[in-house]
């Protein structure tokens, strides 16, 4: 009868050892389920990051086309973002943007426009988000402006 007890004793006891290693093995796994999630929301955040400076430079592109396409005597900056996608000042239709993009860090189609000192025209762009950026630094030279900037916002695409 000793015997029979020692058994169940022992059964009792290597049942609770494995009941505590997958408690363990699952807390391991919820720990790297997480991880995993912050490293692709990272990534996610970085990729639209850098769509957001290529959006800015073709913004930026668009605006000094148009205002390189302006006829003496007129306006040189846009009244609307739709004038960049079809300019009808001459008789040939100019497109100087293919399309009007979202800001990639709101994922809305509205953006913060800057504009000329007589408030009649576009000269620039900037994201409406307040987010801290990833990047802070090694921009190339016609951005060194956004180094060490506190927000999205404060990356201002205008022309030169």
Same mark, same amino acid.
């Given at each position: 009868m000793n015997n029979h007890r020692s058994n169940y004793l022992f059964r009792y006891r290597s049942g609770g050892l494995t009941y505590l290693s997958l408690l363990l093995v699952l807390a391991l796994l919820s720990l790297a389920a997480m991880a995993t999630l912050q490293l692709a929301s990272f990534a996610q955040r970085r990729a639209a990051e850098e769509e957001l400076l290529f +959006?800015?430079?073709?913004?930026?592109?668009a605006l000094l086309s148009y205002a390189n396409a302006t006829p003496p005597g007129v306006s040189r900056a846009p009244p609307s973002l739709d004038e960049l996608l079809r300019d009808n000042r001459t008789p040939a239709v100019r497109r100087h943007l293919r399309k009007?993009? +979202?800001?990639p860090i709101r994922l809305k189609p509205d953006w913060g426009l800057i504009t000329s000192p007589d408030g009649k025209g576009i000269v620039g762009i900037h994201s409406k988000s307040d987010r801290e950026p990833i990047k802070i630094a090694q921009f190339p030279v016609s951005m060194s402006d956004f180094e060490n900037k506190k927000s999205y916002e404060d990356w201002v695409f205008k022309m030169p």
């Open positions: +959006i800015g430079q073709e913004f930026q592109r009007l993009y +979202i800001d």
